[in-house]
């Protein structure tokens, strides 16, 4: 199976932030930049995270990894591998917000999430899209797609 | 080859799936002594709180065993394991023969000797069961008021759902605070205080010493001579592994049943894992039985991988909970009351908004953390305490507000974001 990865870039990164405004607007009721943070910012946040210190600077976002510490510690059983994708999940409607997910995951990039549900929120790889968004619109090549595994 | 799992946990259903992963046509055969399989455990207090229906009470769903071709005996006490002819035995009499065996059996709630215990309306809280029959006991007796015994995170869990539910609960513990084996005493002081401000009562350094009223529990006495009226009594005291029926098996048993890093048992082709194993780490000689979900996950896994012929060890794991609470989401990890003189603190207080950070270091390694409030991203702290990362480099950034992967040493950042370190509990 052949897997979606995006790689960090460190020392091509700029600190934009364009990745979590397209990240944002990717994962929004209107898909419209303008919509999305004037009317949706208290529905959706960012799943990526841009890190900072003195020049170093980077955007991250979920793993998606080999051996996910976060399935593992799910108890409900929301978080979850797609056998298709290979790509790791959250079922908004199984997740209760426990944070187990929260606590075990080494990078940090699970999220409780901003709306009403108050379920884990985590990068989905943009399912729906060909390029993820962050991808596609980081300006400096920061954040590249590669597919792993055999086909 | 026949693999036979006692216990459809997440150890033994994680063991299943490993088993699975490499081979897919043996027989495979799952038990349980619940007349449900495949539920998760830790949602009987959501499921009682309302929060969750029947449907998502499922972890797996029944049919998930079919389609991976997983026999399931449910309602089936397995009340004797004989390793010499290699067969276990249930409470009905029948004999199932094994090859390899799990015994993932989980824990049983603890019931300390009152007087009266055996009244109606005096519940344990650990089985779907249970919650059902509370939550029948409730409507049927009009309950408004419960008392729980107990206040650990099963406990408190439950106190929440009773909350939920509208009733007035009073929690008795017999500590000198709530919480007081997860949990540091300032987070034990945030939550007392956050399940107070809902009405919720906390006697600590206090028990039940005994249950009144005629068939049916109608009050219960404390230690310290308190009377509380009350319809409903839940004991939450504690969790012992279920492994009295191995007596006479030859299988070794000190608290839990005695496994290596591969969960092997001293008997041959007999595995344990979860809440009924005890982890003799084998470079330490000390044993451990840490009775959590993520642990028994993946003592089931490491056992399954063996159990069908793939050599791996379990590395051991930490003490670890994450709870929400009164509103107030609360993580503790590894060892949080450690005062001894090699041990360094850190930690902040934000009182306005009830957000508390603290660290626990010792010989540069972290070993410790609580977070109250804000939990934000603190699994990158479980993971410098599992893979032991030396902290002193960073010391004084790990309490920054914006602390992150950028803080710390870049060899280390640089193996996590390519994947090479091994984050699972293997
Ligand atoms: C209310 C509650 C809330 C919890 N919340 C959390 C939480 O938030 N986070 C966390 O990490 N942990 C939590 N836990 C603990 C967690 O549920 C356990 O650590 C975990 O379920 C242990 O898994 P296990 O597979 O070892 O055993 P279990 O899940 O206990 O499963 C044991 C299985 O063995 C079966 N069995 C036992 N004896 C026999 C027998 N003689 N014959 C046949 N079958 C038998 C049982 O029926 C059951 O199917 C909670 C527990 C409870 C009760």
């Known amino acids: 199976m052949k897997k979606k990865k995006i790689l960090v870039k460190e020392e091509y990164c700029i600190g934009c932030r364009l990745c979590e405004i397209y990240c944002v607007t990717a994962h929004s009721e209107s898909k419209n930049l303008i919509k999305v943070f004037r ?14 210190k003195e020049y170093t600077t980077f955007a991250v976002q979920c793993r998606h990894c080999e051996k996910a510490s976060c399935v593992q510690a799910c108890i409900t059983g929301a978080m979850h591998r797609d056998n298709g994708t290979g790509a790791i999940y959250v079922d908004q409607e199984k997740c209760v917000g426990c944070w187990m997910c929260i606590m075990v995951c080494p990078y940090g990039v699970i999220k409780r999430g901003v709306n009403k549900k ?34 | 080859m026949r693999y036979v799992i006692i216990g459809i946990g997440p150890a033994g259903m994680a063991a299943a799936d490993a088993i699975r992963e490499i081979d897919e046509k043996s027989e495979l055969v799952m038990i349980t002594s619940e007349e449900v399989a495949g539920y998760s455990k830790p949602l009987i207090t959501y499921f009682l ?21 997983i026999s399931v005996m449910t309602g089936t006490e397995i009340v004797q394991v004989d390793p010499n002819e290699k067969r276990v035995i249930s409470k009905r009499g029948e004999e199932i023969p094994y090859d390899k065996l799990l015994i993932a059996t989980g824990g049983s709630p603890f019931v300390p000797k009152i007087e009266g215990v055996e009244k109606e309306g005096v519940f344990t809280f650990t089985q779907w069961k249970d919650s059902k029959m509370v939550a029948s006991y409730i409507v049927e007796n009009n309950v408004a008021k419960a008392v729980v015994l107990g206040g650990g995170l099963i406990g408190l869990k439950t106190t929440e759902a009773l909350l939920e539910l509208g009733l007035k609960v009073s929690v008795v513990e017999l500590a000198d605070r709530i919480l007081a084996t997860t949990f ?64 006479g098996s030859g299988i ?127 699994g990158i702290y479980t993971g410098l305490i599992l893979q032991k990362v030396d902290v002193s480099s960073f010391k004084n950034d790990l309490l920054r507000e914006d602390f992150g ?22």
């Open chain 1, 118 to 151: 108050k379920v884990a929120s985590k990068c989905d790889l943009c399912v729906d899209r060909e390029m993820p968004a962050c991808v596609e619109n980081c300006p400096n090549e920061a954040l590249v797609l590669t597919e792993v595994g055999e086909s």
């Open chain 2, 252 to 378: 070794e048993v000190n608290r839990g049943v005695i496994v290596n890093e591969r969960m092997e048992t001293n008997v041959e082709n007999v595995f344990a894992a979860g809440d009924c194993a005890e982890f003799r780490d084998p470079s330490t000689g000390e044993s451990t039985n840490i009775a959590i979900w993520p642990v028994a996950f993946a003592e089931g896994e490491v056992a399954g991988y063996n159990m069908a012929g793939r050599p791996v060890k379990y590395q051991g794991g930490v003490p670890m909970n994450s709870v929400e609470l009164a509103g107030l989401a609360t993580i503790s990890v590894g060892f949080t009351n450690v005062e001894d003189n090699g041990v360094e603190i850190l930690k902040y207080f934000k009182e306005e908004e009830n957000v508390y950070r603290k660290l626990v270091l010792k010989d540069g390694r972290l070993i410790g953390a609580v977070f109250v409030g804000d939990i934000d991203r603190a």
């Open chain 1, 39 to 52: 009317y949706e910012l208290g529905e959706v946040a960012p799943t990526v995270i841009v890190e900072e």
């Open chain 2, 405 to 426: 992967l950028v803080y710390l040493p870049k060899e280390y950042r640089k193996k996590l974001m390519e994947g090479e370190l091994k984050v699972w509990l293997e």
């Open chain 2, 49 to 69: 709180g309302g929060k969750v229906d029947e449907k998502r009470m499922f972890y797996r769903f029944p049919w998930c065993f079919e389609e991976k071709n």
């Open chain 2, 184 to 247: 540091d005493k300032k987070a034990s002081q945030i939550m007392t205080r956050a399940l107070q401000s809902r009405g919720c009562e906390v006697y600590t350094d206090d028990t039940v010493v005994q249950v009144k009223g005629k068939r049916k529990v109608s009050k219960v006495l404390l230690k310290s001579g308190r009377e509380i009226k009350t319809k409903l009594l839940i004991i939450a005291v504690g969790v012992r592994p279920n492994v009295g029926f191995l007596e």
